[in-house]
DNA sequence: GTCCCAGATGACTACGTAGTCCAAGATCGC
DNA sequence: GCGATCTTGGACTACGTAGTCATCTGGGAC
């Protein structure tokens, strides 16, 4: 072997690794030079039948695998993305990991994963899969702490929400139409004759928190419906809504709750089932994300869905076209989120006023 | 700039990439040579520290970063570990690909992302894997289809599964105690007084739910309980938790359930609910997986929660183990897994026959 | 038959890093 | 004061790939 030296004086462990074959040795064995085999692999043009075969059989019997850190290192392009996530099991943000990681795949990119550990900022985790040689970066659920994150990677970055501020010409913000699905659920409640809807948000440090709280505002704005006070910012957990819950349920006067999340209606349902008002006989809730489970609750919950395939689509599609240099495609048009109306909503009861703790006259 | 072959005569668009300085660019800087630049990068002896300063101020001032594909072209190894996920987004698979993320980030590894699509085998995300460039693959969430997949990778492989067959000597199976909790969930529900125990299956290529299949049946063999029949196998999902739940319903002398999953768990609650049989009066249900939203069910689910977090660590200890060539580390002890009791269980309320369908004689 | 052109193939090189080996200066023992 | 050892820094090289350019062959036009 030729490669001998890597085999003999080196120490196994921490050292060389051995490799697979290169071109030169399915170049050798092909009887064709190393830049033919490369040809071959490209699938450039300019290989007669006859030796393309010749080097494909050599290719299958030596095993060969193409070396991208070789090709990366030659062309400065890794044919990988970054993506920045939260680190956290949430059914959001980990089905819209997914759907990146397809998306990725699917347009021929390999994707490098890196979570912002708590406490770290967002911009250790951007360095890290910067050092490790990326060719854009996706931000998949970011968050801020108050001021807008300021970035300055020298690859094209996307941001799934609106709290970054990014070097212009190599950056772009794609955003789902949470604050168009915050808005259908709220007027969902409005047109079941609610007088207005009361809202639990979700953690403000993060941007789908702070759009679902924008569009509950708005529809209620629109329909000149009171908007009001907010419970205590929850943390998406079905414990965070139970303690909302238990808030709101000491008032009087409420009909329609309108949560961050599905995590956060469960622990709202069943703070209501606890203090006695029946949902929705006495208390509507809407939810947010369409968890598998939200159809088989007791009772099941109206919820908003959010098509993250599409969204998670349409980021991959700017971010290529930014890598590659090409135009960004066009805004898809066709809204990407569903309400879908389950037991949990329902019109009002009455507007006799306090309809438990004491059964007025 | 001697570099300028790179700018100049070449597209930009799917071209080169404009680079950053590299270690030479801040040898000239610094006023010293690359290699002396490439010791203070890595931590070597043999710098004054008059040196080191300067280096470093250069590193800074032209915001050098290092090559990664240089190293790993040079080097053979890339500091990075892939992980093969399902990519689904059920609560299980999600936390643990956090749980690994963090766990290898730790190590100082970064993590190359890979979900079979439906459909594709594993061995096409493996090979995925190997072509970007890894030292080591964890498959996450191993799936067969019936016979033990049979790997060829010239890295070492860790399973969270057995269903995988691998080359001696570079691989290895690192699996939670799944068995040993579904034995737990059905003890607790035999220790109440149930005759016996009736499990919701979940989808039997999942090694996780052949485990938890195992785990019942045989706490049902110590206990010398009679093993029931079981449904047809579910998919992990509340949907198909509420099919098999429909059976059994219809079955009169069902008092306890081990679902596979929390989310099927929820279904089966849902289907009781619908068929008029109360949880915990009439049947226990035990889920499994301890999702957030368990505690706040009605009834709040008792369920068994594994640590993702130790089966990670794990996991990525074993697996750098075997790709620094050290011995692997000794197992750990302690239970990985735990019981929580909560209302959807109870002791068997009495032993009359059919309780709702039909009030028998 | 000569010329030319296109297709097919290969030699050479750069990409950025770290291992190897060597040179020059500094320090020490005697 | 001289060799021996240590410290410090640099020159050179390989890693595997693809771009550039040169070479060679064969076939068609004239």
Redesign the pocket.
């Known amino acids: 072997m ?2 001998s ?2 085999e003999g ?2 120490p196994a462990a921490g050292g060389r690794r051995r ?1 697979g074959p ?3 040795e399915v ?1 050798r064995a092909a ?6 085999v ?2 071959v ?2 699938g ?5 039948p ?3 075969d010749r080097v494909l059989r050599a290719i299958r019997e030596l095993d ?4 991208t850190a ?2 990366a ?4 392009r890794y044919r990988r993305i970054g993506v920045v996530s939260l680190g956290s099991s949430l059914y959001g943000p980990s089905t819209l990991l997914i759907a990146l990681e397809r998306a990725m795949q699917r347009a021929g990119y390999s994707v490098a994963l890196a979570s912002t550990l708590e406490g770290q900022k967002v911009s250790a985790a951007v360095d890290a899969l910067l050092e490790q040689g990326v060719d854009g970066i996706v931000l998949s659920e970011p968050i801020d702490d108050g001021t807008p994150l300021r970035l300055s990677a020298d690859v094209p970055v996307v941001s799934l929400g609106e709290g970054v501020e990014l070097t212009p010409g190599t950056s772009a913000v794609v955003g789902g139409d949470g604050v168009a699905a915050a808005r259908m659920a709220t007027e969902h409640l409005l047109s079941l004759g609610h007088r207005t809807v009361w809202h639990l948000p979700g953690p403000q440090d993060w941007w789908a928190a702070r759009d679902r709280l924008r569009g509950w505002r708005e529809a209620l704005t629109a329909a000149g419906a009171p908007e009001p006070p907010l419970p205590s910012p929850g943390d998406w957990s079905p414990a965070s809504g139970y303690a909302a819950g238990r808030q709101l349920a000491e008032l009087s006067d409420i009909t329609a709750v309108f949560a961050a999340n599905d995590d956060m209606a469960i622990g709202a349902l069943r703070a209501f089932a606890d203090a006695g008002r029946a949902v929705p006989g006495d208390v509507s809730v809407v939810g947010y994300d369409d968890i598998p489970a939200a159809a088989y609750l007791s009772p099941p919950l109206t919820t908003v869905r959010q098509n993250f395939a599409a969204v998670a689509d349409r980021a991959v599609d700017v971010l290529i076209a930014l890598i590659e240099g090409r135009p960004a495609p066009a805004e898809p048009s066709g809204q990407a989120v569903e309400l879908t109306v389950r037991a949990s909503t329902g019109p009002v009861r009455d507007q006799g006023p306090v309809p438990h703790p004491a059964p007025a006259p």
């Open positions: 030729s490669v030296g890597a004086g080196l490799r290169g071109m030169t170049a009887g064709v030079s190393q830049k033919t490369s040809r692999v490209n450039e043009p300019h290989v007669s006859e030796v393309r060969y695998r193409p070396n070789a090709r290192l030659l062309l400065g």
